[in-house]
């Protein structure tokens, strides 16, 4: 009898051990009673009920991903492609997520198609391409309202691949091909323009240089030579002065009259006007000159 009461004390202890349960970090238990929902284990140490309570669903509480397979979707101008979707969604209420839908991911998943269909039967194929950004904006304001019944909040929805047909994406790399070297054509144009403008200006500065160079030159020149025509000028004014003052003789002048009229006749005129004063100065000095020529013989 001692055995049977003892044996009987540790089986329950042993129960009552395994019915206590630890929740970790970032988890949650949804715990019913006798079939129906009863509570919300949050982290912590629990007791749970022999043959009363049972863990109906353990609920990871961390963000999640699920990566969904590629969905063929028409575009406003009938093109067919293939898209598949990323979703980043985290569980707000585990007991939302537990009793409001079943199979949630499969929900998810056939939401986010039908969602994308209408989506992009709403835009063309270049817009496709070029608003990703819209699209998974307003995929994921859909889908994060649809989802909050069932205790699911969406952070966020990314387009992963967007592959249109084999002859769309031919036709693509030929336009993308012929915009580069569209770009390039007209770049290197740009380039030979500014080089152009470049090379003229060059010139025009280089004529504008040497002309102001000549202009200089011939100022200074110009300068120059009115310097010495005016110094000439100064020095004859000069001499005049100082020969006035001196008060020269009739004779000493006409001597010097002689000398001019000698530099004058040096053979490079053609004609020449003798002063009426300078021709009586010559018949008398070649009288003189025959007086002196008498005397002599």
């Known amino acids: 009898m001692i055995y049977f009461v003892l044996g009987l004390i540790a089986i329950i202890l042993i129960i009552l051990i395994m019915n206590i349960k630890i929740v970790p970090q970032t988890n949650a238990y949804i715990i019913e009673r006798l079939g129906g929902y009863h509570t919300t284990w949050a982290v912590g140490i629990h007791f749970k009920i022999p043959f009363i309570d049972r863990i109906a669903k353990k609920v990871n509480m961390k963000e999640q991903v699920v990566d969904f397979k590629p969905q063929p979707v028409i575009t406003e101008d009938n093109v067919t492609m293939q898209i598949d979707t990323v979703v980043y969604y985290q569980i707000t209420d585990p007991k939302l997520f537990a009793y409001g839908v079943e199979r949630p991911m499969v929900a998810i998943e056939n939401l986010t198609a039908t969602t994308l269909r209408n989506i992009i039967g709403d835009l063309e194929l270049d817009e496709t391409l070029t608003s990703r950004d819209t699209v998974n904006t307003h ?159």
């Open 139 to 297: 995929m994921r304001a859909i889908l994060d309202e649809a989802t909050d019944p069932w205790g699911i909040k969406i952070n966020r929805v990314e387009l992963k691949n967007i592959m249109p047909p084999a002859e769309i994406q031919d036709a693509m790399e030929r336009q993308m091909k012929a915009e580069r070297e569209r770009r390039e054509s007209i770049l290197r144009a740009e380039g030979e323009k500014k080089s152009a403008i470049l090379i003229a200006e060059g010139e025009k500065e280089s004529a504008i240089l040497r002309a102001e160079a000549k202009k200089q030159s011939a100022i200074r020149e110009a300068e120059g030579q009115a310097e010495a025509i005016l110094k000439v000028q100064s020095a004859v004014a000069e001499g005049i002065k100082k020969i006035n003052e001196a008060k020269p003789s009739e004779g000493y002048l006409t001597i010097k009259s002689l000398d001019a009229f000698e530099k004058a006749a040096d053979g490079k005129a053609t004609k020449i006007i003798v002063p009426s004063n300078i021709q009586g100065l010559a018949g008398l000095a070649t009288t003189l000159g025959e007086v002196i020529k008498t005397k002599d013989a």
